[in-house]
């Protein structure tokens, strides 16, 4: 999949092969992000983490970089592939859905 | 879930430690950052120890700040293992405690104790005995079997506490010779109002005044019309009887008030020897206060002995009547009650009172009561006397 990436641009490869985004999530090579009430947010398939602070949580995912905006966050649950960020979240940065994978 | 080891980061870049040990396998329960260089990460006992290595690796100050759950008990443990010891030893003593009978509560209605004490000492109950492989219904069958005269046995395990509840056999009913020819008579004075005849001729009838040792069942029948034979007379006869109470009270009490005359007599008294200052005579009816007044110091026993003569007279007084009826209708009610027989049942009271020679009152209640009053001569069927 990963060589597939490299030989089509991600836009026509989408255009050309719609199925392939799910496949692509089902792979775990898109990022996750569920959001419980705007105190706790839930990443899966990030590839590390940027940047942490109490006001903001940048993680690295095969899309770009996603960054969490808020006030008292802290991370808990942290897996090897998935993290939880706690805390008051103000706003969320995702990565430009056009943006090529990032390893 | 919490991890039980909470380490302390200090430095940048606490990002890039998170990802090593991510990357290594490890997870982390909590990041917080309580400054810019200081973050706690709690993870578990072998996550702490990854990270404590890569710390160790890459130069970085990583300091363990607490340890809660499992591993402090385990360190703990570890330092105080003859705490350990003794805490296993006495959860083994209290185990092996717990399953024995430390005491053992008989609760006995009726019966004779010394046969249940007997059926226990022969099963083996006593205090200390081992309870842990006890079948309490079991217990209390061969209990009951051996003692005898027991209509029950209950056996329950509460604790260390082993209760045993027992009760006594009912008396088996009167027997009697049904061929025995015998009358039933009245137990005690009343007004018949109900008759039950089983057997025999009935002597009275509803309403009758009876006296004690009145027949009130013959036992008789008819064999033909000239012959009559004798039978065993049974049935019952419910009469009206009355026990009484009484209690005597004086309406007026005796008060004694100084009239205001006082006399007072002195004499000087010491060890073995009176000698009298002052005289004066005794009022007929009087109170007497006697006081001595110390002339000789604390080591010479003399002084002079004071005896006031206060006269009285004696004043009537009436009492609270309302009390004191009240105080002897209780009385007498209380008197009643005790001469009432116990299969009676009460159905009215009521007392009287009656000024009596003295100037007292006399309290009389009355209980009336139902019961049946047959019974026979040999008490075989009787219930009371």
């Not at chain 1, 959001?35 to 109490?54: K, V, Y």
């Not at chain 2, 109950?125 to 219904?137: E, F, I, K, R």
């Not at chain 2, 105080?327 to 009460?346: F, V």
């Amino acid at each position: 999949m990963r060589m597939a990436a490299r030989k089509v641009p991600g836009r026509a490869r989408h255009v050309a092969f719609p199925a392939m985004e799910w496949l692509e999530e089902a792979a775990g090579a898109l990022p996750r992000l569920m959001l419980a009430g705007g105190r706790r947010a839930m990443i899966e398939n990030h590839t590390g983490i940027l940047e942490f602070t109490p006001s903001c949580v940048r993680l690295m995912t095969r899309q770009g970089v996603l960054a969490i905006h808020g006030t008292a966050l802290l991370l808990t649950q942290i897996r090897p592939d998935a993290l939880t960020v706690r805390g008051e979240i103000q706003s969320i940065e995702l990565p430009p859905s056009d943006k090529e994978a990032v390893p | 879930m919490r991890g039980p080891v909470e380490l302390r980061f200090r430095g940048l870049m606490v990002e890039k430690l998170i990802d090593r040990a991510r990357g290594e396998g490890v997870e982390i329960d909590l990041a917080q950052k309580n400054s810019p260089r200081e973050t706690i990460l709690r993870t578990s006992e072998s996550g702490a120890r990854r990270i404590l290595e890569l710390a160790e690796k890459y130069k970085l100050d990583v300091k363990v700040t607490r340890v809660r759950g499992l591993p402090r008990l385990k360190a703990t443990l570890r330092q105080r293992l003859a705490m350990a010891l003794s805490a296993a030893i006495f959860l083994g003593a209290l185990m092996m405690l717990s399953g024995r009978a430390w005491l053992v509560e008989v609760r006995l209605t009726g019966g004779e104790a010394a046969s249940l004490e007997r059926a226990m000492r022969s099963e083996g109950v006593h205090v200390g005995m081992d309870m842990t492989s006890l079948d309490a219904y079991a217990l209390s069958q061969r209990l009951m079997a051996d003692a005898g005269d027991l209509s029950y046995v209950g056996v329950s395990r509460q604790g260390v506490r082993l209760l045993i509840e027992a009760v006594g056999e009912d008396e088996p009913p009167a027997i009697y010779d049904p061929e025995a020819a015998r009358d039933l008579r009245a137990t005690r004075d009343g007004v018949v109002e109900q008759i039950t005849v089983l057997a025999g001729v009935a002597a009275v009838r509803p309403g009758d005044t009876v006296r004690k040792g009145q027949t009130l069942i013959r036992g008789e029948e008819k064999a033909t019309d000239e012959v009559t034979r004798g039978v065993c007379a049974l049935g019952s006869v419910v009469a009206r009887i009355w026990v009484t109470g009484e209690a005597v009270s004086p309406l007026e009490r005796e008060v004694r008030e100084p009239t205001g005359q006082v006399r007072t007599e002195s004499a000087l008294t010491g060890p073995g020897f009176i000698y009298p200052l002052t005289s004066a005579e005794p009022f007929e009816l009087e109170k007497t206060d006697e006081s001595f007044l110390p002339v000789g110091g604390l080591f010479l026993p003399v002084g002079v002995t004071r005896v006031t003569h206060t006269e009285l007279k004696t004043r009537i007084v009436p009492m609270d009547e309302a009390a004191i009826k009240r105080e002897i209708s209780e009385k007498a009610l209380g008197e009643a009650y005790q001469k009432q027989p116990p299969s009676s049942t009460a159905i009215d009271k009521w007392v009287d009172y009656s000024m009596i020679e003295g100037g007292k009152i006399r309290a009389r209640a009355v209980i009336e009561l139902r019961m049946n009053i047959a019974g026979s001569t040999d008490s075989a069927l009787s219930e009371d006397e």
